[in-house]
């Protein structure tokens, strides 16, 4: 079936570095990703979200990559910090007739060391 | 503005409970959607709701029930609870206007344990 996997379960940084949080996605129809960040105990929050006419977009200290060639995703975070510790997710919509229905990854965990 | 909540946070039930799982959204927004998230996986889609008045299944919808009151609110329920469904719930909510894709909002989760 279709599915959303992530390369690293776990992702271990200096703060200060820049991280690097993968994502490969099945369905090379699907036209719309987004990045969440979970922190413990709440719910997915929005990061980013890219489209598939697209293969870069930035926000504050957050950057999407997406190579469709190869099925890739990717979230870049600057500066790495404390507060970014959380899990990642990303989700991909494949286009279908009815409604808008997102496929979440399983997730990474980012660790951010003092 | 709340966006979406979720009550209650936390519940214990016996196996063979029922409850019912509450969301609540006032952004005016069409689409809504309850997930449960057990260790280790993704959020996987239980159903959803398209527009008032309407619902479908998701992925995992078997030994749940759904109910749209209304356009603000969609409960969630168990009928007869199984350790199986020991997980954290969330619902999510989405403008859904035809055409535009754009971010679900998520609720803070009830976390269920099911003894």
């Known amino acids: 079936g279709e599915s959303v996997g992530l390369h690293l379960p776990t992702l271990s940084v200096q703060e200060g570095d820049n991280s690097i949080i993968n994502c490969a996605y099945s369905n090379s129809a699907s036209d719309y990703f987004i990045w969440y960040k979970q922190e413990s105990g709440k719910g997915p929050q929005f990061i980013i979200d890219?489209?598939?006419?697209?293969d870069k977009r930035q926000g504050q200290r957050v950057t999407v990559l997406l190579n469709k060639t190869v099925k890739h995703l990717s979230l870049q975070i600057a500066a790495t910090q404390p507060g970014d510790s959380a899990v990642y997710f990303c989700?991909?919509?494949?286009?279908?007739?009815?409604?808008?229905?997102?496929?979440f990854g399983s997730g990474t965990r980012l660790l951010v060391r003092p | 503005n709340a966006g979406v909540t979720q009550t209650p946070k936390f519940q214990v039930l016996k196996t063979g409970q029922s409850m019912t799982l509450q969301c609540a959204q006032d952004?005016?927004?069409?689409?809504m959607y309850w997930y449960r998230q057990d260790p280790g996986m993704g959020l996987r889609l239980i159903y959803y709701s398209a527009s008032e008045g309407t619902t479908d299944k998701g992925e995992v919808p078997n030994g749940y029930n759904v109910s749209r009151l209304n356009k603000r609110e969609f409960s969630l329920r168990l009928e007869s609870a199984a350790p199986s469904q020991t997980s954290v719930y969330f619902c999510a909510s989405i403008r859904g206007l035809a055409g535009i894709q754009e971010t679900q909002y998520f609720g803070p989760g009830t976390r269920l344990l099911v003894l």
């Open positions: 952004m005016n927004h069409n689409s």
């Open positions: 989700a991909e919509n494949p286009p279908r007739r009815s409604s808008y229905k997102l496929i």
């Open positions: 890219i489209r598939s006419n697209m």
